[in-house]
């Protein structure tokens, strides 16, 4: 459940920062802000996804005896 938490945080944050990748691009060219804005918004869902593994992933394994 920690995991879906991380992601939706991180994922909120990162569409946050394309929005204003996007509309920073548009400032320069109209024709580009778009292609700009759905490349970064594609590109969070795979990074947060990443990110959010690596976060929650448990900081020490448990070690296995032999029987």
């Not at 320069?28 to 778009?34: D, E, R, T, V």
């Not at 990074?47 to 448990?62: D, E, G, I, S, Y």
């Amino acid at each position: 459940m920690q995991i879906i938490a991380v992601y939706l945080v991180l994922v909120v944050i990162g569409e946050f920062g394309a929005y204003l990748i996007g509309r920073t691009v548009e400032h320069w060219s109209m024709s580009a802000g778009l292609p700009v804005f759905l490349g970064c918004f594609f590109f969070v869902f795979w990074a947060a996804w990443l990110l959010a593994v690596h976060l929650t992933k448990p900081k020490v394994a448990a070690k296995h005896k032999a029987a």
